[in-house]
């Protein structure tokens, strides 16, 4: 039998006898009451050695527990009301499941030129879209390794792995690392800009939130994979693993799919057929997750590092010389028509042989002459009379740098930017035989000078122009007034000056790309009227329904005519005997030399009555030149593409030229006054004048006793 002294449950006994030891809590003939206090006193209360304790007052507790939670209640929403109105407002709908699958999906496009050769097909590759049951199973998990390893046991946000992530980012004083799930990865790509910044960050939590109210786990994923991106202008697990290996996804082998997972976080930084050796790096990393994860094992890991994948023959394709053009008309079709378009064939402007020319030709003198002259990059553009592009060449190599210098680029014209200074001066009442002093000019502490440092005296403006005289330019630019300048240049198509800009605009000191400066010499070419380029002549969808086709529209008036006229003559003069002779082929032409401070940019830019074009030629880092100005280099690029874009047309004129203008000069009305006021002061010089002095008389001179001197004559 247990002792009851010895089991911990004696206490709770209910006995009315005293507990050994201890001093009673109540008499000794009352009941047991277990509402009474029975441990030991502090201290002695009206002379007994044990008191009853105050029972704790609850009450107390749960107000305070109440308003703290009340307070933290209030606090959370007026925090969620601040977010909603302040980020949530223009949140994007999130449609159905079925409308998820369609979006976003840019069209696939055939480029044919403008005589209806197929150049290439451009746009989005996404191949087949994936299922996660046909996939080997290493390849999701790949993914789940380099994004989102938890992405199947955390909700739309992972709050453990942007804790994680705010943690390596403070350690190393730098972003290295992101919280942000697969499910947020695609609300951005479906609905969000790129933009890294709070608000971008609180919609795309909000909508990855949204996403999976509408979708299962899986379904998020395989959207994931059918939408991201990997470079090489491809979209989609499947679609990357046709261009870089092949073959569909479901073919992929471990090797394979951890490289492509390896793409996403800089997909053209680590693109396969760019950077093998860094996406390499990458897929050891993959690999090395997927170990810790135990969804390999170490000897799969050993054997996909042993066999690094080989890239498919088609991964190394590129489109050349057309790659610049198409490139830019791929972004103008998608301006037309929008990102979910069915898939397009699209005629260009394009001529591809002298596509082809213009690319051989910037290719083969600057290499030729680039070490002379410092010179390690080039771009040049042409158009015809109606405004169609024939040739968009963006720099010297494509598939070194896709960077379209004929576009993208904005450098300074120098002096090919004069022309509209001068033709702002022929607006003001400026004729091409007005004279003007070419001499040291000084404005403030600027102090343009002539290439050479020499002036001319007085020189007439066509001549002015013709040499390409800083100092004259300069004075013009100051008769005429900058804003007249940038009123001028905007209507002939320039966008990229201020409305007022300051009066180193005439030695063309603001940045213009290349393209707006050949479109506004147009002007000059037609007449005084402005066409706007263009590279898309027809969009049609797969089946041949017509969505878009080129209409030639009116020209837009720009320029009086008369003074387009003097200002090609002008421009003739350029190439027939001042700066510009390099350029001169037998057709009549017009242009304008360039070249900016220091020899950063050299330019010729110039017509025909069929062809404007321009040329650009310099370095990426802004380098300067060894002296090379816009009459050598640039100059000889434009003569070499020019003489092949003619052959075979017929040699014609500006037939539109009108007579240069006859200087006439009013009859002053004072001019009576004056005259008669000028022979009123000779009448009273005359008068007030002494009577001539009469001659001196001159003796003869006295004869003398000498014989007269005899003369023999000359003999024959």
């Not at 499941?97 to 840019?106: C, G, I």
């Not at 378009?341 to 002298?354: E, Y």
């Not at 804003?483 to 320039?494: E, K, T, Y």
């Not at 304008?592 to 650009?616: C, E, L, M």
Request: no cysteine; hydrophobic share 40%.
């Amino acid at each position: 039998m247990t002792d009851n002294n010895n089991d911990p449950r004696a206490s709770k006994a209910p006995t009315g006898g005293l507990r050994r030891g201890k001093s009673a809590a109540t008499k000794p003939d009352e009941p047991f009451r277990a509402d009474l206090p029975r441990g030991r006193a502090k201290g002695k209360r009206g002379g007994g050695g044990q008191g009853p304790r105050r029972p704790l007052n609850l009450r107390w507790l749960w107000i305070t527990l109440a308003l703290i939670g009340g307070l933290g209640l209030a606090t959370v929403l007026v925090a969620a009301d601040y977010i909603n109105k302040n980020y949530l407002q223009d949140l994007p709908e999130v449609p159905s499941r079925q409308a998820l699958y369609a979006s976003t999906r840019a069209p696939a496009i055939k480029f044919y030129d403008m005589n209806g050769v197929f150049l290439a097909s451009r746009g989005p590759q996404y191949g087949e879209d994936v299922r996660l049951a046909r996939l080997p199973n290493y390849v999701p998990k790949a993914f789940l390794a380099a994004e989102d390893r938890r992405f199947y046991q955390h909700g739309a946000v992972d709050f453990w792995a942007i804790a994680r992530a705010a943690r390596a980012n403070h350690q190393a004083g730098r972003v290295v690392e992101g919280g942000s799930t697969i499910s947020q990865q695609l609300a951005k790509g479906l609905f969000l800009s790129p933009d890294q910044n709070l608000r971008r960050k609180i919609q795309e939590a909000a909508l990855a939130y949204k996403l999976e109210q509408v979708m299962t786990k899986d379904e998020v994923l395989e959207l994931y994979l059918d939408r991201i991106y990997f470079g090489a202008n491809t979209f989609g697990l499947d679609g990357a693993a046709r261009t870089y290996f092949g073959k569909p996804a479901s073919q992929l082998t471990l090797a394979e799919a951890a490289l492509l997972a390896a793409l996403p976080k800089a997909p053209s930084r680590m693109a396969l057929h760019h950077n093998m050796e860094g996406a390499l790096k990458r897929q050891r990393l993959v690999l090395e997750r997927m170990v810790g994860e135990n969804w390999i094992s170490q000897d799969e890991m050993n054997a996909a590092i042993a066999s690094p994948p080989k890239l498919a023959a088609t991964a190394l394709a590129n489109d050349g010389d057309n790659g610049y053009a198409l490139d830019y008309a791929t972004g103008e079709v998608l301006k037309m028509v929008g990102p979910n378009s069915p898939d397009l064939v699209v005629r260009l402007t394009i001529d591809t042989k002298l596509q082809a020319t213009g690319a051989q030709v910037l290719r083969r003198i600057i290499e030729g002459q680039g070490k002379a002259s410092g010179a390690s990059q080039g771009a040049m553009i042409s158009i015809d009379a109606r405004g169609a592009i024939r040739t968009m060449v963006g720099g010297v190599d494509y598939t070194r740098s896709v960077f379209n210098r004929a576009v993208q680029a904005k450098r300074q014209p120098g002096s090919s930017f004069k022309p509209f200074v001068y033709a702002a001066a022929l607006e003001k009442g400026v004729l091409p035989t007005d004279i003007r002093v070419d001499s040291p000019v000084k404005i403030g502490d600027w102090e343009p000078k002539n290439y050479g440092g020499r002036y001319r005296g007085a020189v007439t403006v066509e001549t002015a122009l013709a040499q390409s005289l800083n100092t004259v330019a300069v004075k013009l630019g100051e008769e005429v007034g900058t804003a007249a300048i940038a009123n001028l240049v905007s209507r002939f198509g320039i966008t990229t000056l201020p409305p007022n800009p300051n009066l180193s605009v005439s030695l063309g000191a603001y940045e213009v790309p290349l393209i707006e400066m050949t479109s506004a010499y147009q002007v000059f070419q037609q007449a005084g009227n402005r066409i706007t380029p263009f590279i898309v002549s027809e969009i049609a969808t797969i089946d041949g329904q017509i969505i878009f086709s080129h209409q030639t529209a009116s020209p837009v008036p720009a320029y009086d005519i008369h003074w387009a006229s003097m200002m090609v003559k002008m421009m003739q003069k350029v190439v027939t005997s001042g700066t510009g002779t390099r350029a001169a082929f037998d057709r009549p032409a017009a242009g304008k030399t360039g070249t900016s401070q220091n020899w950063r940019d050299a330019w010729f830019i110039g017509f025909t009555p069929d062809y404007v074009a321009g040329v650009w030629v310099g370095n990426d880092d802004d380098k300067p030149m060894n002296k090379v100005t816009g009459g050598e280099v640039a100059a000889a690029i434009w003569h070499d593409y020019m003489v092949v874009a003619h052959a075979g047309l017929p040699a014609r004129d500006f037939d539109w030229l009108l007579p240069d203008p006859v200087p006439t000069y009013e009859e002053d009305p004072r001019n009576g006054f004056f005259q008669g006021l000028a022979e009123d002061f000779e009448e009273t010089r005359v008068e007030a004048e002494p009577p001539p002095a009469p001659p001196p008389v001159i003796e003869p001179p006295a004869p003398t006793t000498q014989p007269p001197v005899t003369m023999e004559p000359i003999p024959n």
